[in-house]
């Protein structure tokens, strides 16, 4: 079983166009977030939620907009895609908020805009 | 918030030395760093984390150094391997998340 599944890992599309990507854990974690990782390898944290609630909005576009229907999925829907936000996805879960003991990622979604 | 970040992007190492990747963080008030391992197409895994309280923590030939006074983190991999070969974060956490360094890349050399 995968303790945090995103979907898809690769999505390709063009610039102007909406997209979804979807997140889930079994861990029975309350804590979600989703992070992007740019071609430098540098890790940022875009959202997170903690029982459905959003509790860290990192100055994200309001093209991107999550979405926490229960604790165990985080959805993440992007408006009007532009070539900038061709980058990795990664989905992570921990049990509380910030906490780096049994934070688990997931395996990506490689999202490229043309 | 914090801001973390490594010393040099990439390490090549010969198999069987040990290796040294260093992080330097800047908010003192961070009371808990973490060390992850990103393989190729997967995400970051915890390899070993350590509290403020502490300045060394041990694992399976992994050690942690933590020195508050400069703000630097260690992590120190004995007798690497050709599987250690990765990206390698640091990670500290302040403010209810974890703001990562950059990520050193490590190629291991037979």
């Known amino acids: 079983d995968t303790a945090v599944s995103q979907t898809p890992k690769y999505l390709v599309t063009q610039m102007g166009n909406d997209k979804s990507i979807k997140c889930e854990q079994n861990?029975?974690?309350?804590?979600m977030y989703w992070y992007k990782q740019d071609s430098k390898k540098f890790l940022k944290i875009m959202f997170s939620?903690?029982?459905?609630?959003?509790?860290i909005n990192e100055t994200v576009p309001n093209r991107f907009s999550p979405k926490s229907p229960d604790k165990a999925h985080l959805n993440l829907h992007i408006n009007s895609l532009e070539l900038g936000d061709s980058a990795v996805y990664f989905c992570?879960?921990?049990?509380?908020?910030?906490?780096?003991?049994?934070?688990?990622f997931g395996s990506g979604t490689r999202l490229t805009v043309v | 918030g914090e801001s973390v970040g490594l010393h040099l992007p990439t390490l090549s190492v010969q198999e069987g030395d040990n290796s040294i990747i260093n992080c330097a963080y800047s908010n003192s008030a961070s009371d808990y760093f973490i060390w992850y391992k990103q393989e190729s197409g997967k995400g970051p895994q915890f390899i070993i984390d350590i509290r403020s309280n502490m300045d060394k923590r041990q694992g399976q030939r992994v050690t942690v150094l933590l020195n508050k006074t400069v703000k630097h983190l260690s992590l120190q991999i004995a007798a690497t391997q050709p599987g250690d070969s990765a990206v390698y974060f640091c990670a500290g956490s302040n403010d209810y998340k974890l703001s990562f360094g950059a990520g050193t890349t490590v190629t291991v050399r037979a």
């Open positions: 861990l029975g974690h309350d804590t």
């Open positions: 992570a879960s921990s049990p509380q908020p910030g906490q780096g003991y049994g934070y688990t």
């Open positions: 939620y903690n029982n459905k609630e959003l509790i």
